[in-house]
C-alpha cells in the first residue's frame, strides 16, 4: 500500500498521526464529466460506444457502485471494464497479466500496477492511486476517478445509445437523495473505514458511534417505506447497498464494527436482500475476493493474512418486502 510522490511509487501505509488517529480520505483528482454529442461542447470527452473503459476492484464499495450502475444501465457493451487483482500490497493495486486466461489483466495497456496508469494519465499526479477510474480510451487519459461522479455520468450520458431511461437521480428527489448520501458517506460509506483506520481508540469509537446511530436510523426508516426515498430505488440505496453487503463478511470482523451484526437489523437485512435480488445485481458482488482483498491487504490491522471462513450469509432468502407494492406510497 502506498502513493504517488514526485512520479515515483513510495509505499506507505495511511498518515493518521496529523488526525489524532483520524483516517481522512483524499480528495479525488479527476473530476470530468463526459457530454452527450451536439448537446454540450464543454466538455471533450463525448458519450459514445467502446470509448471509455472501467478500472475497478470488486472489493472496494466505490468502484462497486460503478459496476452496479454498468450494469443497471446496461452499460455492458459500450463501457469495457479491467479488474485488478484481490490483494492490494506494496506496489498498491496491481494486475496478474502473465496468463491469456488471468481475469485481473489490464486489458488496454497490460500495466502491471494501477498506478502506471495513472502516471500516463499525469505524470505529476501525487497521492493515492485508487479506483474506480473511468480511462478514455481515445485520448488515454483519466476521466474521472471520483466514483459518486461516474454513476451520476451512468446515470443520464449514455442513454441515448442504450435506449435506457431509468433515472435513478430524478430531480424531484435530489434534495433527498443529496441530504440521506451526506449522512450515509460521512457515517456509513466512510464511517466504516474511519472505524478501521483509526489508531487512535477516541478515533474508532467516534466513528462507531455515529456508524451505529445512523444504521440504528435507517432501521427506523425501512420499517416504514421499502426503499430509503419511498417505493422508488434511487441512487441513494445503491451507494449504501455496497457497505451493507460487505458489511457481516467484512467490517464486523475486519473493521470492528462490531456492536451488532447487520443480519440482527429485522428491516435492514431485508432491505439488503431486496436490493441484492434485483436483476443483475448479484453477479457484481464477490465476497470471497471482498475478504481476500481486506483480510489480506491490510497488514497494519491483520498482520497473519489469515482470511476468516465465515460467516455463513444467504443474500437469496426471501426477502418480504415487496408488498410495499400494494400500499399508497408516502
Ligand atoms: N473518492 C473515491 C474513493 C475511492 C477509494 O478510496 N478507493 C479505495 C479502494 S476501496 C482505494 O483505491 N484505495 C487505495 C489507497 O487508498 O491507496 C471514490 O469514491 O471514487
Given at each position: 500500500m502506498g502513493l504517488l510522490v514526485d512520479g515515483q511509487w513510495v509505499d506507505e501505509w495511511y498518515d493518521t498521526k496529523a488526525n489524532q488517529g483520524e483516517f481522512k480520505r483524499q480528495q479525488s483528482r479527476f473530476r470530468h464529466q463526459i457530454s452527450k454529442e451536439g448537446n454540450d461542447t464543454s466538455s471533450p470527452y463525448i458519450a459514445e460506444a467502446d470509448r471509455y473503459h472501467l478500472y475497478v476492484s470488486l472489493a472496494c464499495p466505490w468502484a462497486h457502485r460503478t459496476l452496479i450502475f454498468r450494469q443497471l444501465k446496461q452499460l455492458q457493451p459500450i463501457i469495457s471494464v479491467s479488474v485488478v487483482q484481490p490483494k492490494m500490497l506494496d506496489n498498491g493495486w496491481e494486475f496478474s497479466p502473465q496468463s491469456e486466461q488471468s481475469p485481473y489483466k489490464d486489458d488496454i495497456y497490460g500495466h502491471d500496477y494501477l498506478y502506471q496508469l495513472y502516471l500516463q494519465a499525469a505524470p505529476d499526479y501525487q497521492g493515492r492511486v485508487t479506483v474506480p477510474v473511468l480511462w478514455d480510451?481515445?485520448?488515454?487519459?483519466?476521466?474521472?476517478?471520483?466514483s459518486s461522479d461516474i454513476i451520476r455520468i451512468m446515470n443520464s450520458t449514455f442513454n441515448h445509445l442504450t435506449g435506457n431511461q431509468n433515472d435513478y437521480y430524478p430531480q424531484a428527489l435530489r434534495g433527498e437523495i443529496d441530504a440521506i448520501n451526506q449522512r450515509v458517506y460521512d457515517t456509513i460509506n466512510n464511517g466504516v473505514y474511519r472505524a478501521g483506520f483509526a489508531t487512535s481508540q477516541s478515533a474508532y469509537e467516534q466513528a462507531f458511534d455515529a456508524l451505529f446511530a445512523s444504521l440504528d436510523w435507517l432501521e427506523q426508516r425501512l420499517a416504514t417505506q421499502r426503499y430509503l426515498i419511498g417505493n422508488q430505488i434511487t441512487e441513494a440505496d445503491w451507494r449504501l447497498f455496497t457497505t451493507l453487503v460487505r458489511f457481516d463478511a467484512v467490517y464486523f470482523g475486519h473493521f470492528k464494527c462490531n456492536r451488532q451484526q447487520l443480519l440482527d437489523y429485522h428491516h435492514l437485512s431485508q432491505y439488503l436482500r431486496d436490493l441484492y435480488q434485483q436483476p443483475g445485481i448479484a453477479a457484481t458482488v464477490d465476497l470471497d475476493y471482498s475478504k481476500l482483498h481486506y483480510y489480506g491487504s491490510h497488514k497494519t490491522i491483520n498482520p497473519t493474512g489469515v482470511i476468516p471462513k465465515g460467516p455463513l450469509l444467504d443474500f437469496n432468502a426471501p426477502h418480504q418486502r415487496d408488498h410495499w407494492e400494494t400500499l399508497e406510497p408516502k
Amino acid at each position: 500500500m502506498g502513493l504517488l510522490v514526485d512520479g515515483q511509487w513510495v509505499d506507505e501505509w495511511y498518515d493518521t498521526k496529523a488526525n489524532q488517529g483520524e483516517f481522512k480520505r483524499q480528495q479525488s483528482r479527476f473530476r470530468h464529466q463526459i457530454s452527450k454529442e451536439g448537446n454540450d461542447t464543454s466538455s471533450p470527452y463525448i458519450a459514445e460506444a467502446d470509448r471509455y473503459h472501467l478500472y475497478v476492484s470488486l472489493a472496494c464499495p466505490w468502484a462497486h457502485r460503478t459496476l452496479i450502475f454498468r450494469q443497471l444501465k446496461q452499460l455492458q457493451p459500450i463501457i469495457s471494464v479491467s479488474v485488478v487483482q484481490p490483494k492490494m500490497l506494496d506496489n498498491g493495486w496491481e494486475f496478474s497479466p502473465q496468463s491469456e486466461q488471468s481475469p485481473y489483466k489490464d486489458d488496454i495497456y497490460g500495466h502491471d500496477y494501477l498506478y502506471q496508469l495513472y502516471l500516463q494519465a499525469a505524470p505529476d499526479y501525487q497521492g493515492r492511486v485508487t479506483v474506480p477510474v473511468l480511462w478514455d480510451k481515445q485520448t488515454q487519459t483519466i476521466v474521472n476517478n471520483e466514483s459518486s461522479d461516474i454513476i451520476r455520468i451512468m446515470n443520464s450520458t449514455f442513454n441515448h445509445l442504450t435506449g435506457n431511461q431509468n433515472d435513478y437521480y430524478p430531480q424531484a428527489l435530489r434534495g433527498e437523495i443529496d441530504a440521506i448520501n451526506q449522512r450515509v458517506y460521512d457515517t456509513i460509506n466512510n464511517g466504516v473505514y474511519r472505524a478501521g483506520f483509526a489508531t487512535s481508540q477516541s478515533a474508532y469509537e467516534q466513528a462507531f458511534d455515529a456508524l451505529f446511530a445512523s444504521l440504528d436510523w435507517l432501521e427506523q426508516r425501512l420499517a416504514t417505506q421499502r426503499y430509503l426515498i419511498g417505493n422508488q430505488i434511487t441512487e441513494a440505496d445503491w451507494r449504501l447497498f455496497t457497505t451493507l453487503v460487505r458489511f457481516d463478511a467484512v467490517y464486523f470482523g475486519h473493521f470492528k464494527c462490531n456492536r451488532q451484526q447487520l443480519l440482527d437489523y429485522h428491516h435492514l437485512s431485508q432491505y439488503l436482500r431486496d436490493l441484492y435480488q434485483q436483476p443483475g445485481i448479484a453477479a457484481t458482488v464477490d465476497l470471497d475476493y471482498s475478504k481476500l482483498h481486506y483480510y489480506g491487504s491490510h497488514k497494519t490491522i491483520n498482520p497473519t493474512g489469515v482470511i476468516p471462513k465465515g460467516p455463513l450469509l444467504d443474500f437469496n432468502a426471501p426477502h418480504q418486502r415487496d408488498h410495499w407494492e400494494t400500499l399508497e406510497p408516502k
